[in-house]
């Protein structure tokens, strides 16, 4: 089992900038890919963003590239999401989630979530 406990979310302006942290225990992180997805109310969970075990390589969705940056740190358990630019659309409920694989851009392909964090970003 993995746990994760996701942090950060909150209430930003537009245009302005927020920094999730997700912490993870329970089995060895370096063995997971890890993902953050969103929900947003009235709408299906959907891709935000994905990093390798290492770190050495990351995926975005359309929406977010160039404006969000996924980060992690193994020696610390923790994997980071920093949102700049924000807009009004990328307010939603945060989710970071973990598999033992490769990553992924589907929901469905990951074994662990989090609880969430809400992220509202006012106009």
């Known amino acids: 089992q993995v746990q994760l406990v996701e942090s950060g979310g909150g209430l930003v302006q537009a245009g302005g900038s927020l920094r999730l942290s997700c912490a993870a225990s329970?089995?060895?992180?370096?063995?997971?890919?890890m993902g953050w997805f969103r929900q947003a109310p009235g709408k299906d969970r959907e891709f935000v963003t994905a990093i390798s075990r290492t770190g050495s390589s990351s995926r975005y969705a359309d929406s977010v590239k160039g404006r969000f940056t996924i980060s992690r740190d193994n020696a610390k358990n923790t994997v980071n999401l920093q949102m700049n630019s924000l807009k009004p659309e990328d307010t939603a409920v945060y989710y970071c989630?973990?598999?033992?694989?490769?990553?992924?851009?589907?929901?469905?392909?990951?074994?662990?979530w989090g609880q969430g964090t809400q992220v509202t970003v006012s106009s």
């Open positions: 989630a973990a598999r033992m694989s490769i990553y992924s851009t589907m929901t469905q392909a990951y074994d662990y």
């Open positions: 329970g089995r060895t992180f370096s063995n997971y890919a």
